[in-house]
């Protein structure tokens, strides 16, 4: 069961407030196109497709707040719940304070991002998430060890070569416990070039875990292209499977594909339980990386209660677009003994195919009287989309 927005344990501070002067842009940095998407778009799309329910702040150019919501929005979909904007300072800890200064009061421990490390995958948000919800007073920082060979140097003569064995680079997400954080920024006067810095001088220790190569972060013009050519090489396709599965309920109405049945028994569900739909949703999420139906449209969320599952599958194209992505096509397998399928196959394939915009497939099967599908008891559906970038 998903949280609500404001029971999350977990809040993401997204800064995305510097100037990026040394990108050369007419923007703030954050706002620079990369790949078709701003750099904070890129951003969000990690910090959304990490498991952890978490309350999301981006922290913006006071003249950018709007754009900044908008853009958020666009990314989370259904999940805008989760999403506060507000505006940053003048400096990087300040925005961060900012951030600090928004959190939800059931938040325990938090993460701070830096929108410049756009290509950061939800995998290593998740990794400092888990290692910060584990518990204690420490922080957690992602790092990399350092493979170059180092020199001390004394203007332009090199005086030694530095032992590079107990040296890392540091990346963002850095994830600290809510209270520590927030008295250590109190307690700061002076500025520090990263978080960790900040609360290892408030007396608190630091630990690593693993970092990953595509959070660098972009801060010239060469580190844009670096990010533009590594989304190109990219996975341009994509395929994603999802499944699901409703028991009849003699009291519900029909409803399959989008397509109403009369004279045919329901299936149970929090929505209309369209296990069609519900399954092209899981595919269409999995193929472009973005989770689950369940982590996006949970059943704890009252508004969804009865609702057409096509709502769902808005918000699933919405979020997939939002990703880069359109739908190549879907295909459905429906496995049931009832209701029959043949008769308005074309036109399920039709109406699917409008609401996706991409060519729709639907075919139907039985179980040959094994399992619950044989017994009756229920309805199976099994999905494949592909989507392209």
Excluded at 28 to 38: H, M, Q, S, Y
Excluded at 63 to 82: D, K, N
Aim: charged share 20%; hydrophobic share 45%.
């Amino acid at each position: 069961m998903s949280l609500a927005p404001d029971a999350a344990r977990l809040a993401i501070i997204v800064v995305a407030a510097g100037s990026g002067t040394r990108l050369g842009e007419d923007v703030p940095k954050a706002f620079v196109e990369l790949g078709g998407r701003t750099i904070l778009e890129h951003a969000l799309h990690g910090v959304f497709g990490a498991t952890h329910p978490a309350q999301v702040i981006v922290v913006a150019p006071a003249s950018l707040v709007s754009r900044a919501r908008t853009l958020g929005e666009r990314v989370a979909g259904a999940a805008s719940g989760y999403l506060t904007v507000v505006a940053g300072g003048d400096s990087r800890q300040a925005s961060v304070a900012a951030g600090l200064a928004a959190l939800q009061p059931s938040v325990g421990a938090v993460l701070v991002h830096d929108a410049a490390r756009a290509l950061a995958p939800s995998a290593l948000i998740d990794r400092v998430a888990t290692a910060v919800l584990a518990g204690g007073a420490r922080g957690v920082v992602p790092a990399l060890p350092v493979v170059d060979t180092v020199k001390r140097v004394e203007g332009e003569r090199v005086l030694e070569t530095v032992d590079r064995s107990d040296l890392v680079h540091v990346q963002t997400p850095q994830g600290f416990p809510r209270a520590e954080l927030v008295a250590a920024y109190a307690a700061a006067h002076d500025e520090h070039t990263d978080d960790a810095a900040l609360y290892a001088g408030a007396g608190h220790e630091v630990v690593t875990v693993p970092g990953e190569p595509r959070a660098f972060k972009i801060t010239t013009p060469w580190d844009l292209r670096r990010a533009e050519l590594l989304l190109s090489a990219g996975t341009r396709i994509r395929t994603g499977v999802g499944i699901d599965v409703h028991g009849y309920d003699e009291n519900q109405p029909m409803w399959l594909g989008g397509v109403y049945f009369p004279d045919e028994p329901g299936l149970a569900g929090h929505s209309d339980g369209d296990a069609v739909i519900h399954a092209m949703c899981d595919a269409l999420l999995s193929a472009a990386g973005l989770g689950d139906i369940g982590s996006r449209f949970g059943t704890s969320a009252e508004e969804y209660a009865g609702a057409a599952s096509e709502v769902f599958l808005r918000e699933t194209l919405a979020l997939v677009r939002g990703a880069g992505y359109r739908v190549g096509n879907v295909a459905v397998q429906v496995i049931a003994q009832r209701p029959r399928i043949a008769a308005r196959r074309m036109e399920l394939e039709r109406h699917l195919g409008e609401l996706v915009d991409a060519p729709v497939s639907v075919a139907a099967t039985t179980s040959d009287g094994l399992g619950f599908t044989g017994r009756g008891d229920g309805l199976m559906a099994v999905a494949t989309a592909l989507v392209t970038r």
